[in-house]
Nanobody, 127 residues
């Protein structure tokens, strides 16, 4: 079992920055892909970013590309999401997740392919 705990959310003005952290416990996640998703009020959960087990490869939703950066520190069993130039439309609960199974193509962006989830951290961007 893997437990994930997100932190770093909060209230920020448009144009500001936040850094989310996701600390894993229970077992090492260094060999697993990890992802960030978000769910805005009244909307479905959306893919935000994902990172390979080594941290070499990262992929982003078009809506955050160039503004968000996903990274990981396997020595700390932690993944991060640096969010810059925040917009009101980035307001959501952000979740990190671990994918223990192989994925291909669009599967890797599907939350159903992820096995463990954190409880989420709320991000509110004011205009």
């Amino acid at each position: 079992q893997v437990q994930l705990v997100e932190s770093g959310g909060g209230l920020v003005q448009a144009g500001g920055s936040l850094r989310l952290s996701c600390a894993a416990s229970g077992r090492s996640v260094s060999t697993y892909g990890m992802g960030w998703f978000r769910q805005a009020p009244g909307k479905e959960r959306d893919f935000v970013a994902r990172i390979s087990s080594s941290g070499v490869s990262a992929y982003y939703a078009d809506s955050v590309k160039g503004r968000f950066t996903v990274s990981r520190d396997n020595s700390k069993n932690t993944v991060y999401l640096q969010m810059n130039s925040l917009k009101p439309e980035d307001t959501a609960v952000y979740y990190c997740a671990v994918r223990t199974r192989y994925c291909s193509g669009s599967e890797c962006y599907d939350g159903a392919r992820y096995d463990y989830w954190g409880q989420g951290t709320e991000v509110t961007v004011s205009s």
